[in-house]
């Protein structure tokens, strides 16, 4: 037997699930029984009901939002290093300044941060939502945090003021995409579509045909009569892509796209993680109550 045999073997002795993030190596895709974006991924941790442990391959926040929404499961992480640096960049020391430097504004945190800093916001967005949440609050002026290139395209989206917190939060993976390297792969490819992540910079929107989260991606190239992609998003995503729609051609925007935190997750630890029931991820209260409502809250929109 495998390991990939092992592990499909173990989850149904344990009664766990694997929820598996888009950007997971192909392998961690493909025993997933579940693989989706950040908004789908604690989702579907919020309905699940039936399995008592919850493998979360992904990285810290999108565990700790799993643990929060469904505090009955075991979640486990299959690797402690997992952990988005993006969202260590944003602090409740910083989240305190800002507030006492603005005290009327509201205070919208991508799912990208740490349970810590969502319990001190008014709601939460994803980059598959972060316009219809900024759009559904009554003010024209609003604290964002921590992508400062997702706050610039919802700020564009929506006209509305975004202030964001820290100053410059952003993803060293998205950072990497270059549109001159897109202006050369069109050349090669002169009908292919470009799809960006709002993560990416300003310059890189500029140059998209389709600016969405993963899972918007993936729903966008099935539907779309393109037959050639040009891809700015983690290189995982590529897996998914061209399993889905076999018959298209999906081109990473820049070959060095990879998040190493995410691809920290190997079946090895995964196997190791189900089999041992570590890494256990815990919210304490109160801080789980108040990121929970700002998570409700963001459910509630749709
Ligand atoms: P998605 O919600 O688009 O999957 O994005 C999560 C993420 O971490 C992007 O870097
Ligand atoms: Fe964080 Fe960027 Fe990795 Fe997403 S791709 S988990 S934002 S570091």
């Known amino acids: 037997m495998n390991l990939a045999e092992k592990i499909v073997k173990l989850k149904k002795e344990k009664n766990a699930i694997i929820l598996a993030h888009n950007y997971q190596r192909p392998e961690i895709q493909d025993i997933a029984d579940y693989v989706g974006d950040s908004i789908e991924l604690s989702r579907k941790a919020m ?5 008592e442990i919850i493998v979360f391959a992904a990285v810290d926040f999108m565990a700790e939002s799993a643990v929060i929404l469904n505090p009955d499961k075991k979640v486990l992480l299959p690797s402690l290093g997992a952990r ?71 700020q564009e989206k929506t006209g509305k003021t975004i202030i964001p917190i820290p100053e410059r939060g952003f993803c060293p993976t998205h950072l990497l995409f270059q549109p001159e390297e897109v202006h050369v792969l069109r050349m090669q490819y002169p009908d ?32 779309s009569n393109a037959k050639t992609f040009i891809v700015a998003t983690e290189e995982g995503l590529l897996h998914r892509l061209r399993k889905e729609n076999p018959q298209k051609r999906f081109v990473l925007a820049y070959e060095g796209a990879v998040c190493p935190n995410m691809k920290l997750n190997t079946l090895e630890r995964l196997y190791m993680a189900l089999k041992e029931e570590k890494h256990v991820v815990t919210v304490p209260e109160p801080i789980a109550s108040k990121a929970r409502r700002a998570l409700e809250r963001m459910f509630e929109l749709k």
């Open 47 to 51: 309905e699940e009901e039936k399995a």
């Open 192 to 223: 292919a579509v470009v799809m960006v992540h709002p993560e990416c910079t300003a310059e890189m929107r500029n140059v998209a045909d389709f600016v969405g989260s993963t899972s918007q991606m993936c729903r966008f190239a099935k539907e």
């Open 84 to 154: 988005c640096p993006m969202a260590q960049m944003l602090t409740v020391d910083e989240i305190k300044r800002c507030k006492a430097l603005y005290p009327n504004l509201p205070l919208v945190l991508y799912v990208n941060t740490l349970a810590a800093a969502k319990a001190y916001c008014d709601i939460c967005c994803t980059s598959a939502n972060a316009v219809e949440v900024i759009e559904s609050i009554n003010a024209e002026t609003v604290l964002f945090g921590p992508d400062h290139n997702l706050a610039e395209y919802v």
